[in-house]
């Protein structure tokens, strides 16, 4: 049996057929999928509310009150008073997301910039904002909330920044703690030394390689933010009328749960398959832009 020798190899080395190795297609589970395109949906349907809308939010229809689904024109039935629960919903999911958009981003900014303060500050002012952050931890939010909203009243922009003091802590605690783990290597302390001031060397230089870790953060308050709206709206202390929200229909809705249900069914479910959704997806992007996870 003749043994071929290939041009360039002595003979008896042995001759290995180098195959290229590649990395393995790191495919986006379908969970993450259904997640992704349910948020698309919601941020469409909260877009485009007007004109998916099949009725006014605010029309009263006594005759068809307490209609079922698909009868007499409403596909998600009406409510006590007739209204549709379909453009109800539709005007409930873009407050809603409003209200939690707003006040996450609220949330991101003010306990960022604290914490950019207590890193660059230290000293007495780092221990004020450190024991400032462990009370606002310490203190349940939906008892502050209740005191705030009882004394000075509601409306739609106060319950916004209200909201957004949910959760400005931990924005807070994490950009204290990376600012110094910047300073530690070196790149930010080499732009100070360059002549550039604390706004620019945090904004321009720190708050880039720490904004994959703030956007996960975001992600993870944000389905929290929603139900944190949705028990404050059931509880009457939330959106007001004639304005709606999930959760506002979620609390119109429980006096009618054994006549008809579909009135607290669809609100509640969308609260729950958005939370989830967007909780799957933060779990996702943490994974993906975590460097301490790869």
């Known amino acids: 049996m003749s043994t071929s020798i290939m041009p360039g190899h002595a003979p008896g080395e042995e001759l290995h057929q180098a195959t290229p190795v590649t990395p393995r297609a790191k495919r986006m589970p379908a969970s993450v999928c259904l997640g992704i395109g349910w948020i698309v949906l919601v941020i469409v349907v909260a877009l485009a509310g007007d004109i998916l809308a ?14 079922g689904p698909f009868q007499a024109g409403h596909w998600l039935g009406t409510d006590e008073l007739g209204r549709d629960i379909l453009s109800r919903l539709i005007a409930s999911v873009r407050i809603s997301l409003l209200v939690a958009l707003g006040a996450t981003v609220i949330s991101a900014t003010v306990g960022t910039s604290i914490g950019f303060l207590a890193a660059h500050a ?16 310490a203190v349940p939010f939906l008892l502050l909330a209740l005191s705030v909203l009882a004394f000075l009243g509601n409306s739609l922009p106060l319950f916004v920044a209200l909201m957004g003091l949910y959760g400005w802590e931990r924005y807070a605690r994490i950009a204290r703690g990376l600012a110094i783990a910047a300073d530690s290597q070196g790149y930010a302390s080499a732009v100070r030394q360059l002549g550039a001031g604390p706004l620019r060397v945090y904004v321009r230089h720190i708050l880039p390689n720490i904004a994959s870790t703030l956007i996960v953060s975001m992600t993870l308050t944000f389905p929290e933010i929603i139900l944190m709206e949705s028990s404050l709206s059931f509880l009457g202390l939330g959106v007001q009328p004639p304005m709606t929200s999930l959760g506002n229909m979620v609390g119109f809705g429980r006096a009618f749960m054994t006549r008809a249900p579909w009135i607290m069914f669809a609100p509640a479910a969308t609260i729950v398959i958005t939370t989830l959704a967007v909780s799957v997806v933060g779990d996702w992007l943490r994974d993906r832009l975590d460097p301490s996870l790869k």
């Not at 230290?122 to 931890?137: N, W």
């Open 54 to 67: 099949p009725h006014a939010f605010t029309a009263i229809d006594l005759r068809n009150r307490l209609a």
């Open 122 to 137: 230290r000293g007495k002012l780092e221990q004020f904002i450190l024991m400032l952050v462990d009370f606002q931890a």
